[in-house]
């Protein structure tokens, strides 16, 4: 990708990040009442791996980082790696080369592998305990 091309990408997902949080910040004591109830533990007693997922975003932007940890580790884990992505994608426009270097390593295709992993064994350890 080209550096105008790039930076044009950063600044975007930026604004839309900006957009979203505030959006999200502003209607979710609204919005919480009209999600629906787990599938698995409604009918089933047993908790999926995004169980908590919903909470857990709402409880981060909210400032509760301890609850939110305990509702869905692995969401809290997600958003912070996207956090961090953002964080070193803004570095990365400054000319700084390890930001650019960690944006490659941290949005190569073992990622997503490494993050199906985790998702499968978290809704095995969660399904034991």
């Known amino acids: 990708m080209t550096d105008k091309r790039y930076k044009i990408t ?6 839309l990040a900006v957009i979203g949080i505030l959006t999200l910040k502003s209607i979710a004591k609204f919005m919480i009442d009209y999600f629906p109830e787990c599938y698995f533990l409604s009918n089933f007693g047993i908790e999926c791996p ?24 692995l969401f809290f884990l997600a958003i912070v790696y996207i956090i961090v992505l953002f964080v070193f994608m803004n570095l990365s426009l400054f000319g700084l080369k390890f930001a650019r270097r960690a944006v490659r390593i941290m949005t190569a295709w073992q990622v997503p592998v490494i993050f199906a992993v985790g998702l499968a064994l978290f809704g095995i350890i969660r399904l034991i305990f």
């Open 10 to 15: 950063v600044i975007v997902l930026d604004a």
């Open 50 to 73: 995004s169980c908590g997922g919903t909470r857990c975003v709402f409880q981060f932007f909210g400032g509760n980082f301890g609850e939110a940890f305990l509702l869905n580790p």
